[in-house]
């Protein structure tokens, strides 16, 4: 099982490699461009295949890309809407440059009381995306249960994949956002219905990328905020149970996106480590 984080980094590729290293992580997550800026990424030739040759030379797993935070496929607004595809295709670029295992995409929120319009912007905007990548996955990732979230749980997820009816297109999930948005992630059983469930959605083949945070506040509360693995309401016990999991086992990582310091980094990815 990869275990990494999500690094708050330039995108230079020896100070990726470093920072990674210096996690102690074996994957990564990564800003292409200004996580607040409709610019995207511009990497020319040259910069990524340095950064795939010398990432492939570190040994290190796959290497994932985050969209920018402004984007928002789900937006009731069009004019938000078609940039956030622009952007969103470029990025597609930067990842297909540098070699990137996957692009996560929030799966987005309308205005409450239109989620099945804003289902529809999503599922569109998802279905364009899809086929701009070649070796690159869109990866959708679930929500924490906010107000109109277009796809928070399992069933909802099921929904939006197919209207986009797209085989390519795969799954991440955040277990702060699973435990928000009410999934019992602190208890064996718990950890056990919530697979179970995302089995009978027929999506466990789809989970690519597993985001691993504990959660600050209690179960249910759809309040997206990460805390160190053990510090939060899901707890070592519960983490031991989702690192158990076979499709979680089966995905290509689990990135933590926890805060602090480098050492609280890497004591988070010596935790998961320890409970595999």
Not at 3 to 22: F, N, Y
Not at 111 to 136: C, F, N, S, W, Y
Not at 162 to 187: I, K, M, N, P, S
């Amino acid at each position: 099982m990869r275990i990494g984080a999500h690094l708050r980094t330039k995108r230079a590729v020896d100070v990726v490699i470093e920072t990674a290293r210096s996690f102690g992580a074996d994957a990564a997550q990564l800003f292409i461009s200004s996580p607040r800026a409709w610019a995207g990424p511009i990497i020319s030739e040259e910069e990524g295949q340095t950064f795939r040759e010398h990432w492939k030379e570190s040994g290190l797993g796959p290497v994932f890309v985050h969209a920018p935070y402004l984007v928002n496929i789900a937006s009731p607004n069009k004019e938000f809407v078609e940039k956030s595809r622009t952007l969103l295709a470029r990025t597609i670029d930067g990842c297909e440059a540098i070699g990137a295992e996957g692009l996560v995409v929030h799966a987005g929120s309308g205005v409450e009381g239109e989620r099945d319009a804003a289902v529809e912007r999503a599922a569109r905007i998802l279905a364009e995306l899809v086929p701009m990548a070649d070796k690159t996955s869109i990866v959708v990732e679930l929500m924490a249960g906010t107000s109109g979230a277009v796809a928070s749980t399992f069933e909802e997820a099921r929904e939006l994949f197919g209207l986009v009816d797209q085989e390519e297109l795969r799954l991440c999930t955040d277990t702060c956002h699973l435990f928000a948005t009410g999934y019992d992630l602190a208890t064996a059983k718990g950890v056990k219905e919530t697979f179970a469930e995302l089995r009978s959605a027929g999506l466990e083949d789809r989970l690519l990328l597993v985001h691993g945070n504990d959660s600050e506040f209690p179960r249910g509360e759809h309040r997206d905020r990460h805390t160190n693995i053990g510090d939060g309401y899901i707890g070592v016990e519960g983490f031991r149970a989702i690192l158990a999991e076979k499709a979680v086992q089966k995905a290509a990582a689990v990135l933590v996106e926890t805060p602090g310091d480098v050492e609280a980094h890497r004591r988070d990815i010596e935790t998961l480590r320890g409970l595999t």
